[in-house]
């Protein structure tokens, strides 16, 4: 079993604890309040800063540290502190070493321990076995890595990493994405505001979602259909290998955060890109046309828990079978696009084998497709590493020759 490690933590004074605190306590009110608003953490937080500009940024950075990470192990906190139970008592206990003391502590049930809700540790168990799931939990309590993709459009990896490095960042080329550069220790700049972002140069994006992006291998001339296309994260990565010829058609049922997309696409020097959240009208236009189709279906997020803590205790099995649902859905809306030969990329951020393999077989059943070369892709959420993404490339089945 991993050894629990205590994260390498911000020094943490009287006036970071009290934001940490009134942080905690007013988004666990904001969810019992409305539950169904469910405002991601990470956009709370941008709120919470937006009313308090005064908090300078080394505060911020670590105060949203603690909030991270505390929101992580919020169930084993909770079994561990003292009564009554609240933010305070928990944060108490994750800086004692009560922490790391009862951690092998065979009283505390081990999804506790792991601090997993009982159901989503036990789907995890069936899938990987009682020690991997166990680790993997902690490795989704952990610090996730920054890692990010150089923009090829404009700029090459090599030439990126020696302007980080020139800046004294402590960077490394990712191993698997001939894109990634991954970042060993967080720069202490605000990140947004470096030149080399504001000229399009890289964006923030883990690994794994660079590789399974790049499985939509397309080449200049084709036309592309992101159906889930989100702010654009995949598009992004992929479309630098068309070279600016072609059509990629970005489709999400959010207009707000296609607006977020067109404004990546222009930074990024991308000028064969078209957004859409009407899909009736960019059916016309695509019927039949699609030399590729990214479908990155909404999931549990599973695999991305160490940036979204929050996800973890919204799940349920029965939001997993409505994703299921939804994953099924936007699948058969867009198989027609396709044509002959066309190949549809199927992806998640989701370590559950519900949404991603057994997914898959039900879907190459249901809408008569195989996966290509009978291979899928998949990476588990590593430390200081990837986080845990799924994908499988469909193709129409052929006919079988009867003589
Ligand atoms: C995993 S996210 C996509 C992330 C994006 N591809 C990226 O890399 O940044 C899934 C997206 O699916 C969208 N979505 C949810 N239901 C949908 C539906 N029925 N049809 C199309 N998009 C949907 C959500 O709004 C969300 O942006």
């Known amino acids: 079993m991993k ?20 942080i905690l306590e007013a988004f666990e009110k904001d969810n019992q309040v409305n539950p169904g608003k469910n ?26 540290d603690y909030v991270y990470r505390l929101t992580s192990y919020k169930l084993y906190l909770s079994a561990i502190s003292r009564r009554p139970i609240n933010w305070k008592s928990r944060l108490e206990a994750f800086v004692s070493p009560k922490f790391e003391e009862n951690f092998m502590n065979g009283q505390i049930p081990p999804h506790v321990r792991a601090s997993f809700p009982e159901d989503l540790y036990n789907l995890m168990v069936e899938a990987y076995g009682e020690k ?32 980080f490095q020139k800046k004294k960042f402590k960077v490394e080329k990712c191993l698997h994405s001939p894109m990634g550069i991954q970042f060993n220790e967080r720069p202490k700049t605000n990140f947004f505001k470096l030149p080399e972002y504001s000229q399009g140069f890289f964006e923030i994006q883990d690994e794994g979602s660079q590789l399974c992006a790049m499985r939509v291998d397309c080449k200049p001339g084709q036309t592309v259909l992101d159906y889930c296309g989100g702010a654009g994260g995949k598009t992004l ?51 039949r046309k699609c030399h590729w189709v990214l479908a990155d279906v909404p999931c549990t997020g599973t695999g991305t828990l160490r940036r979204n803590p929050d996800m973890k205790w919204k799940f349920s099995i029965k939001m997993l079978q409505g994703l299921c649902k939804v994953q099924e859905e936007i699948v058969k809306e867009v198989v027609p696009c396709l044509r002959k030969g066309g190949k ?3 992806t998640t951020c989701s370590i559950l084998p519900q949404e991603n393999l057994m997914q898959v077989m039900n879907l190459c059943d249901k809408f008569n497709l195989e996966i290509e ?20 490339t469909l193709i129409k089945k052929q006919g079988l020759l009867i003589d």
């Open 3 to 22: 050894k629990l490690r205590l994260p390498n933590l911000l020094r943490l004074d009287n006036d970071r604890q009290k934001h940490v605190i009134s």
């Open 344 to 346: 549809l990329v199927y």
């Open 132 to 163: 991997e799931a166990f680790d993997m939990c902690h490795i989704l309590n952990e610090r996730p890595p920054l890692t990010v993709r150089a923009n090829t459009m404009k700029i090459t990896r090599h030439d990126l990493f020696r302007k």
């Open 373 to 392: 070369n009978g291979k899928h892709f998949q990476v588990l959420p590593k430390s200081n590493g990837m986080d845990g993404f799924f994908s499988a």
């Open 237 to 287: 990565a992929f479309a630098p290998f068309m070279h600016n010829r072609g059509q990629i058609f970005v489709h999400d049922v959010r207009k707000s955060v296609l607006l977020q997309a067109k404004r990546r696409f222009k930074r990024a020097n991308l000028g064969n890109v078209q957004t859409h959240s009407e899909k009736h009208k960019l059916w016309q236009t695509i019927n």
């Open 39 to 64: 405002t991601p953490l990470d956009l709370f937080l941008r709120y919470y800063f937006l009313d308090n500009k005064m908090v300078s940024p080394s505060d911020r950075a670590a105060i949203v």
